[in-house]
């Protein structure tokens, strides 16, 4: 019987932070691959969700409501997974042969993600952007190990097909997307019980005056 992922998982994730290409071909010849990438981009979204939590304090959500936050932050990750995926595929198939599966490209985003497990850090004081700066380079340089390992492209190759997807992701946000990130938005706010004040000015206006601001002043 085939070997599960799951029996791998910290050889892989071992290997993704470390960009070893070999964790990369070893998930593809593993069974439900696709669930430990799914495991791994919702792990990856929760940590990122919990060194953001700031913005749910300062918009004091209570605890329920909080943690159910995070959750939802954590599956709406996965979605932008997605997303990226099906970008990436189609990237792939215009610039070169039609012949990786969705399969193949979304396992290989998603253990690229592992580096992103380490995002609970961005809640450090000061040093929250550069870290956020580097982990997500990180993910990027791991993504691009997948895709020369399991692709067989070369570094070129695989630079030029994820940036393409992300500017496929890009424009389509910014068009078919924008009611799914409308709806995004509202079931965050509908989660936090509360219009989510999220821009830089309006938390400032929350910590230095101690109220909310005016419903009308929240960012939709």
Known sequence: MEDSAFNHLWQLLGGAIALNPDAFRLLQTLRHQEWVAVLVTLAAGFSNAVGQGIILFVNRVRPFRFILSLLLSAVLFVVGWVFWAISTRIAYDIAFEPNATWMQIGSILGL?????????????????????ILLSIW??????????????????????????????????????????????????????????????????????????????????
């Not at 965050?188 to 309006?202: C, I, Q, S, Y």
């Open 112 to 132: 690229a993600y592992a580096p992103q497990l380490l995002s609970f850090l961005i809640a450090a004081p000061y040093l929250g952007v550069p870290i956020s």
């Open 139 to 220: 993910s990027f340089l791991s993504f691009l190990t997948g895709m020369e390992a399991v692709l067989g492209l070369s570094a070129w190759q695989a630079f030029l097909c994820s940036v393409l997807g992300w500017s496929v992701l890009q424009v389509l946000q910014r068009t078919i997307g924008r009611p799914l990130k409308k709806a995004g938005q509202w079931l965050k706010n509908t989660a936090a019980g509360t219009p989510l004040v999220t821009d830089l000015k309006g938390v400032e206006q929350i910590i230095k005056g101690g109220v909310l601001p005016r419903r009308s002043d929240r960012q939709d």
